[in-house]
């Protein structure tokens, strides 16, 4: 899959301006814009973000991408779109058992990644502290 970086930054940015209108009506956002530092990022813009690149790009984004240096402005975040393009897409994923290791592994981080987006919906914790609580 070929993606156009153009559209691919458009389509970021989009996302990113309607998500800085629900903070700020008059915030400017260009592709440096430190979207973290202004609070434009939150648990519900990365799950937009998310579900926007498997339903656009058709790939999927990783646990270990979601910290915060890959939302800190668009460039970034487009960044991250372009990386995750030479990844085999949802469709020719083959979904497979996960091994035992992984299993016992998603049940002690599981309960940690919802800890995390109770601090972010909360407003007690930014993205990054949430991640940090995770990483613990």
Do not use: K, W
Request: glycine share 6%; net charge negative; with cysteine.
């Amino acid at each position: 899959m070929t993606n156009d970086v153009s559209s691919v930054e458009e389509r970021v940015m989009r996302l990113a301006r309607d998500a800085a209108g629900r903070v700020d009506d008059d915030l400017e956002i260009d592709r440096d814009t430190p979207l973290l530092d202004l609070g434009v990022i939150d648990s519900l813009t990365v799950a937009e973000f998310v579900a926007m690149v498997e339903e656009e790009y058709g790939v999927s984004v990783p646990f270990s991408e979601l910290v915060p240096v890959n939302f800190a402005s668009v460039r970034s975040l487009t960044d991250l779109v372009d990386r995750l393009a030479g990844a085999p897409t949802v469709s020719e994923r083959v979904v497979e058992e996960p091994p035992d290791q992984l299993t016992a592994a998603s049940r002690i981080v599981q309960p940690r990644i919802v800890a995390a987006g109770h601090l972010l919906q909360a407003g007690t914790a930014d993205l990054g502290d949430a991640c940090a609580a995770v990483g613990r």
